[in-house]
């Protein structure tokens, strides 16, 4: 069982950075690959940016591609997602989620654990 817990949402204007943070539980974290997906009101789930775990490969959606960065810090099992010059369709909750062999995709059904989400709100 794997536990993970976001931070860092909040209410921003457009332009600002945030920096979000996916908490995960137990020692085989590292060998997880993580992503951050999001879901905008009235709209699917959309893939926003996945680290792989052991070569730390990273893999960003087109729509913010150049303003986000996802890195991880496997002493803390923690990985984070830096978005700047954020833009009002960034609004969303935004969720991490485990892939536990491994593998970096953008297919929500792929990861095995979600945490609760954290919600990000950018106005003009």
């Known amino acids: 069982q794997v536990q993970l817990v976001e931070s860092g949402g909040g209410s921003v204007r457009a332009g600002d950075s945030l920096r979000l943070a996916c908490a995960a539980s137990g020692r085989w974290f590292p060998w997880y690959s993580v992503a951050w997906f999001r879901r905008a009101p009235g709209k699917g789930l959309e893939f926003v940016a996945g680290?792989?775990?052991?070569?730390?490969?990273?893999d960003y959606a087109e729509s913010v591609k150049g303003r986000s960065t996802i890195s991880r810090d496997n002493d803390k099992n923690t990985v984070y997602l830096q978005m700047n010059f954020l833009k009002s369709e960034d609004t969303a909750v935004y969720s991490c989620?485990?892939?536990?062999?491994?593998?970096?995709?953008?297919?929500?059904?792929?990861?095995?654990?979600w945490g609760q989400g954290t919600q990000v709100t950018v106005s003009t």
């Open positions: 989620a485990v892939n536990r062999r491994g593998d970096l995709t953008g297919v929500p059904e792929l990861y095995e654990y």
């Open positions: 680290i792989k775990s052991n070569t730390y490969k990273t």
